[in-house]
C-alpha cells in the first residue's frame, strides 16, 4: 500500500515535470533543463564517478579539461531529458536529423533481414534507431526496466513511435521468455536496437580504453547465434539544439569454430568502436555510470 502511494506520487511529479516542459517549445525546453541539470548533477555522486572514469580513460587530460568535459555532458543529459518529454514533436520536424551514410541504409532497404543495432549513451540515444523507420524496418528496442511500473509505462509509451515491433525490459521478471521474444522478432526480419555500454558482470571481459571491462555480449550473441545482422549505430548532437547527426556501421560476425570466441572478438570490436566514437565526442557520452569496479579506482586521482 505505502509502496504504490510512493510511486504514485513519484509518477505525479514526472506529470508535472512533463507538464511544464512541454508547455515550452522545444529549444526553450531544452536550454532549460540543460541549466538546470548543470547546477543540480555535479551535487550528487556521479559527478566524481563521472571525473573518475574520466581520469582513468582519458589520463592525458587535466583536470580542468575533464571538469569541462563532464559539464558538456551534464548540459546534453539535460537536453535529452526534455527532448524525451517532447519526443513526438522532435520527430515531426526531419531537418533536425542527419544520416552520415544513407548509402548503407538504402542496401537496407533493398535487403534489410534481420539486423540488430548496438549503440552507446551518446547525443540522444534514443534518436539513433529514426533511419531504420525511414526505410520501413520493423524496429524493436531493449531498455532497462524502470522500478516504478507508473513511470516505466509513461515512459515506453513515449519511446512507442520509435519501436513498432515492441520493446523488451533488459531486467524483466520473465527472463527465458523475455529472450525468446527478443530472437523471435530478429529472426522474423525484425530490427533490434540496444544500449550495450553499460557494465555487465555477467559477460566478457573486453579492453576499453586500455582497461579490461565487462561488457554485455548480447549483440554479439544475437548476431552470432541467430545469423542476424550487426551494426553499431550513435545519434551526436550538433551544436546546442535538438540537430543532430545519425551513423551506423556494419561490423563483419566471425564465424570460426569456436562460437564463444566469436561472441567475444565481437563484443570487443563493438567496444572498440564506441570507444572510438567517445574520443571523438568525449563530452556528449555518459561517463557517470559505471563502467569498471570502484576498487580499481584506487590510486586513480579525478
Not at 571481459?205 to 571491462?213: E, Y
Request: net charge positive.
Amino acid at each position: 500500500m505505502f509502496l504504490d502511494l510512493r510511486q504514485r506520487l513519484e509518477y505525479g511529479a514526472v506529470l508535472a515535470i512533463a507538464a511544464i516542459v512541454r508547455a515550452m517549445p522545444l529549444d526553450m525546453a531544452t536550454a532549460f533543463s540543460a541549466r538546470a541539470w548543470r547546477f543540480l548533477a555535479p551535487k550528487t555522486h556521479r559527478q566524481a564517478r563521472a571525473l573518475r572514469n574520466l581520469a582513468k580513460a582519458m589520463p592525458e587530460t587535466t583536470h580542468a579539461e575533464r571538469e569541462a568535459i563532464v559539464d558538456a555532458m551534464w548540459d546534453n543529459l539535460g537536453r535529452v531529458m526534455a527532448e524525451t518529454f517532447q519526443l513526438d514533436r522532435l520527430l515531426k520536424d526531419p531537418s533536425r536529423f542527419t544520416i552520415e551514410n544513407p548509402e548503407l541504409l538504402d542496401r537496407y532497404r533493398s535487403e534489410m533481414g534481420p539486423l540488430v543495432v548496438a549503440a552507446p549513451h551518446m547525443g540522444n540515444w534514443e534518436i539513433a534507431i529514426l533511419p531504420l523507420l525511414t526505410i520501413g524496418a520493423n524496429t524493436a528496442g531493449v531498455y532497462r526496466l524502470v522500478e516504478n511500473p507508473y513511470v516505466d509505462r509513461y515512459i515506453r509509451n513515449k519511446r512507442a513511435q520509435l519501436y513498432p515491433g515492441g520493446l523488451f525490459a533488459s531486467k524483466s521478471n520473465e527472463g527465458l521468455a523475455t529472450i525468446m521474444r527478443i530472437a523471435t522478432h530478429v529472426r522474423s526480419g525484425g530490427a533490434l536496437g540496444m544500449l550495450a555500454d553499460l557494465a555487465d558482470w555477467h559477460g566478457v571481459q573486453v579492453p576499453f580504453f586500455g582497461h579490461p571491462m565487462w561488457a554485455t555480449v548480447a549483440p554479439a550473441w544475437l548476431a552470432r547465434r541467430a545469423g542476424t545482422r550487426l551494426a553499431v549505430g550513435r545519434c551526436i548532437r550538433i551544436g546546442k539544439e535538438s540537430r543532430f547527426s545519425i551513423a551506423f556501421k556494419e561490423l563483419e560476425v566471425p564465424r570460426t569454430g569456436d562460437v564463444n570466441e566469436d561472441i567475444k572478438v565481437l563484443t570487443a570490436t563493438i567496444q572498440r568502436e564506441f570507444e572510438a566514437w567517445i574520443r571523438e565526442h568525449p563530452s556528449q557520452w555518459m561517463w557517470s555510470n559505471k563502467r569498471w569496479p570502484e576498487r580499481e579506482f584506487e590510486g586513480v586521482r579525478h
